[in-house]
């Protein structure tokens, strides 16, 4: 499978670059970084697939350039909204090529949303914290996010016994999705960990995923690009090709 890394120089980039030299399934046919030209790139190597780690501003941008330059996209990088996806269905249509946009390539940690979306039919009471390096410039994260979307599929409202009216600092009980809240630890020591809390009467379930290092992130970016490098198709979530019992949408 001939891919561009488009973000080759951030270290997500660094990282697909290297195991695809140790996968021979997988050829590097170009690098985009900060200030290259991807459509040029495009037109110069031709590849199968393009995977984008690059920024999250830039995404809408990038998709289209991507399935209009002949190439399908798998897409890391964050933000995309539902108006989003409706637009990249309409290139998808138009062009015939297929776009992956993943907030999680962790198999473990989709393994903990699917987890967590489960446990959701059962507590009414659930809290997210992740943790992620210092130099991660969203928050929260697009996993945290897509865990707490995941949760408010099967349940509309959370923790309404709560008692949490009076702040004595702001903030400090973190951002609210659908009543669950969610908290974002950024510090040196971490590369990307979550972890779900759910609470009952006399009794707490903790669900957790850490991640060691980036190339954890590398067996799920190669499942994705196998699965839409033939299909013109738009898929948003890791999960919707691991067989976990979620219906593809």
């Given amino acids: 499978m001939r891919i561009v ?7 997500m980039g660094q990282t697909l670059v290297a195991f695809a030299e140790e996968h021979s399934e997988l050829e590097v046919v170009g690098e985009v970084g900060s200030g290259g ?7 110069r190597t031709a590849p199968d697939v393009v995977v984008d780690f690059s920024r999250p501003e830039a995404r809408m941008a990038t998709v289209r350039t991507i399935l209009e330059g002949n190439a ?10 539902g108006g989003d996806h409706a637009q990249i269905r309409q290139w998808v249509s138009a062009t015939g090529k297929g776009c992956f946009v993943a907030p999680n390539f962790l ?5 903990m949303q699917t987890f967590a979306q489960l446990a959701a039919r059962y507590f009414d009471s659930a809290e997210i914290v992740e943790y992620h390096h210092e130099t991660k410039v969203d928050h929260p ?17 959370y923790n309404r016994a709560t008692c949490d009216a009076v702040a004595s600092l702001d903030g400090s009980r973190g951002a609210e999705f659908s009543g669950i809240r969610i908290h974002a630890v950024r510090m040196p020591g971490f590369v990307a960990s979550q972890e779900v809390l759910f609470g009952g009467p006399g009794q707490r379930l903790s669900l957790r995923h850490d991640s060691l290092d980036r190339t ?5 970016v190669l499942l994705a690009a196998r699965y839409i490098v ?12 691991l067989s976990l019992g979620l219906e593809q949408r």
């Fill in 37 to 43: 030209s991807l459509a040029a790139t495009l037109a």
């Fill in 141 to 157: 994260s697009a996993t945290a996010l897509r865990t707490a979307e995941l949760m408010a599929e099967v349940r509309s409202d």
């Fill in 216 to 220: 954890s992130y590398m067996p799920g």
């Fill in 72 to 81: 399908a996209a798998v897409i890391g990088t964050s933000g995309f909204t």
């Fill in 5 to 11: 890394v488009n973000g080759s120089r951030g270290k």
């Fill in 230 to 241: 033939d299909r013109a198709e738009f898929v948003y979530g890791l999960e919707r090709i």
């Fill in 107 to 111: 198999i473990g940690s989709v393994l």
